[in-house]
């Protein structure tokens, strides 16, 4: 019984080592299971979402929403009935997302130098590096004809949840744009290999 729950414990973070492998295309590829990120980080990350998304579109959406409980999201601006950019600034459900699952890949590959360095190259590459700008835009600029995320579970590993809150992210991915990818199970999932695995020993 103990082996069998060492051998499962083991192959769940051996999935999550191999997170720093898992090529994207976009940080709308990348899903995360939400019950590996706080409640109240996934509020904070839809707060951000919705916030972003107005501003984007002029302060007038079409369809603007965000459900902290599963990570489902539209943005479409209602002047073209379009999804703006929305994979390209920071504080938007893709990169909270694309964040939460380069820190739980990095966590996933400590010592491993060059699991670390795919984590880098193959998630964090992709994440955002645009700051939302401060007051709506004129003229919002159409990624898709429409947008919707939705996350579900997966066996992939980030907004980091520190930047949420102050952080894969969890996860949504557009289906206008790509259809899901999976994402990590969570930190807890190593940690408690590990000991499983020492236990046993």
């Given at each position: 019984?103990?082996?069998?729950?060492?051998?499962?414990?083991?192959?769940?973070?051996?999935?999550?080592?191999?997170?720093?492998?898992?090529?994207?295309?976009?940080e709308l590829?990348?899903?995360?299971?939400?019950?590996?990120?706080?409640?109240?980080?996934?509020?904070t990350?839809?707060?951000?979402?919705?916030?972003t998304?107005?501003?984007l579109?002029?302060?007038?959406?079409?369809?603007?929403?965000?459900?902290?409980?599963?990570?489902?999201?539209?943005?479409t601006?209602a002047?073209?009935?379009?999804?703006?950019?929305?994979?390209?600034?920071?504080?938007?459900?893709?990169?909270?997302?694309?964040?939460?699952?380069?820190?739980?890949?990095?966590?996933?590959?400590?010592?491993?130098?060059?699991?670390?360095?795919?984590?880098?190259?193959?998630?964090?590459?992709?994440?955002?590096?645009?700051?939302?700008?401060?007051?709506?835009?004129?003229?919002?600029?159409?990624?898709?004809?429409?947008?919707?995320?939705?996350?579900?579970?997966?066996?992939?590993?980030?907004?980091?949840?520190?930047?949420?809150?102050?952080?894969?992210?969890?996860?949504?991915?557009?289906?206008?744009?790509?259809g899901?990818?999976?994402a990590?199970?969570g930190?807890?999932?190593?940690?408690?290999a590990?000991?499983?695995?020492?236990?046993?020993?």
């Amino acid at each position: 019984m103990r082996a069998a729950a060492a051998i499962v414990a083991l192959a769940i973070a051996s999935a999550q080592a191999q997170n720093s492998n898992t090529k994207y295309t976009s940080e709308l590829d990348m899903t995360i299971d939400p019950n590996t990120v706080s409640q109240t980080v996934r509020a904070t990350w839809c707060q951000g979402q919705t916030n972003t998304c107005g501003l984007l579109c002029n302060a007038n959406p079409d369809k603007n929403t965000c459900s902290e409980n599963d990570l489902k999201w539209q943005c479409t601006c209602a002047s073209n009935s379009s999804m703006p950019g929305i994979q390209y600034y920071r504080q938007t459900m893709p990169t909270y997302i694309c964040q939460e699952l380069f820190d739980q890949c990095i966590k996933a590959n400590v010592g491993n130098q060059d699991g670390q360095k795919g984590c880098t190259n193959n998630i964090s590459a992709l994440c955002a590096k645009i700051d939302p700008p401060s007051a709506a835009v004129s003229d919002p600029g159409s990624a898709s004809s429409s947008a919707s995320s939705s996350a579900g579970p997966s066996a992939t590993a980030s907004s980091p949840s520190s930047a949420a809150t102050g952080n894969k992210v969890s996860s949504t991915s557009s289906r206008a744009l790509a259809g899901p990818t999976a994402a990590p199970v969570g930190n807890g999932a190593l940690v408690a290999a590990m000991g499983l695995v020492a236990y046993i020993l």
